[in-house]
């Protein structure tokens, strides 16, 4: 089973993620059983690294609505443990590139995952566990979950390049805006299976690695036979570390530690199940951010009895205030010349999703974690310089622009950007 793996072995044979030289200072703790019926069992023994509070203090911005929009969620399984991985997977993986474009066009996105059993079940020599994971001729072959809200995961046994028509045909539809969004339906209280994903990418940020690797050691010493316990890809927001994705409902958590194991596990394997663990959570599948951050709310509000059934699906619009309008104009790939109204202090990224412009995701949320906010600039308007961050990421972007191409997450709207806007400028949009 994908959850299990031996306690005894050692930190390289657990699948954590450690960059090559580094030893953390470890101790050994006891974990409780987390669920009735298995408590009088021996408690485990699990070793964890010591002060990961003060080593990384909990970011204490607030979690709900940083889950990026997406529609549904497509974990291809791996081979290659969390410590091969080099810090971007497109980089090993043509595959996960070609599948990341296509899935962006229905609002889906694309990750690796990994556990002890992807391996193990290998020929010999088919993975080589401490060589970085990179590029190489041989064609590209996964197995594959495709998980999509109120729908049961459907597993898909070889997912490869000549695959991706089937893939196309088989993807939900598209995110639904929020005028059109009903509250999603409960998932099966009887589920015989969860999967948890943790994002344990080290070579990505040091914070998934350390506390996601001490997070999915905990859980895999629990062996609770209902849960399935996978390592997966940079997923966003490194500074909610530990994150954590739960399936099949799609809901995201974040600010995770090692000893919040025992009271997750009983929570996605409980009665209330159906409804997130607020105090961590950052948002599900099929939800907008505004409506995230609605439901939220709600959960909130409803612990007060006069405020008790207030939930509106209706976007929020937060910080507007009395900001000064501007005129935004954008032109589609088609040549098309949208005008659009914004607040000063918006992004641009934000901007044309909340205009729900095509060409526009946003995946991550405006957290420079993905190209999916590409917008064209003239190099002549007043823009902010770009950073190494900004530049690293738009090597992602589809039909990059030299001198052109930004990330509108990474620009606002300001008075000088609306003058040069009221002299002509236009902001361009990609097809994809």
Known sequence: MAGLLRISGSADTLGLLRPRGYQPLLRSVSLPRASAGIGSKPRCQVRMVSNLNSKYPIDPSPLPGTAPEHSFH???????PPRTWPSKLQDASPLLRD?????????????FAWAPSLSESQTEGTVLADDVWQESDKSECYKGILYSPNRDPYSMPAVSKSSLPELSSIIPRPLQSPGAFSPPNPRSSVA?????????????????????????????????PDVRIFDIG????????????????GDWYGNLRPEDVPQLVEHITGPDRIEPWWAHWRG??????????ALHNAATYSEQ???????????????????????????????????????EGENLMQVAKDADLEGVEGICGGNLECATCHMYISPAAPLPRMSD????????????????????????????????????????????
Not at 99 to 111: E, M, P, R, T, Y
Not at 212 to 219: K, N, R, T
Not at 314 to 341: C, L, M, N, Y
Not at 400 to 407: I, Q
């Open 284 to 293: 599900r599948m099929g939800l907008t951010k505004d409506m995230q951050s």
């Open 305 to 343: 009895p006069e405020k008790a059934n207030t939930f509106s699906f209706a976007p929020i619009r937060r910080g507007q205030g009395d900001r000064t309008i501007h005129t935004v104009k954008f032109v589609s790939w088609e040549g098309k010349e949208i005008s659009v109204q914004a607040s």
């Open 74 to 80: 497509l974990i291809l399984q791996t081979p290659h």
């Open 99 to 111: 599948i990341s474009a296509l899935l962006k066009q229905h609002g889906g996105i694309v990750n």
């Open 192 to 224: 015989k299976m969860i999967d948890v994903y943790v994002c344990t990418h080290g070579a990505r940020d040091c914070r998934c690695g350390d506390i996601g690797g001490e997070i999915v050691q905990a859980l895999r010493a629990m062996k609770r």
């Open 389 to 432: 961050a900004e530049d690293d990421m738009l090597a992602y972007a589809i039909k990059r622009k030299e001198g052109e191409s930004r990330l509108g997450c990474q620009i606002d709207v300001t008075p000088e950007l609306a003058a040069w806007i009221a002299q002509g400028g236009r902001i361009g949009l990609p097809r994809f």
């Open 234 to 249: 940079h997923v966003g927001g490194h500074k909610w570390a530990g994150n954590v994705i739960v399936f099949p409902s």
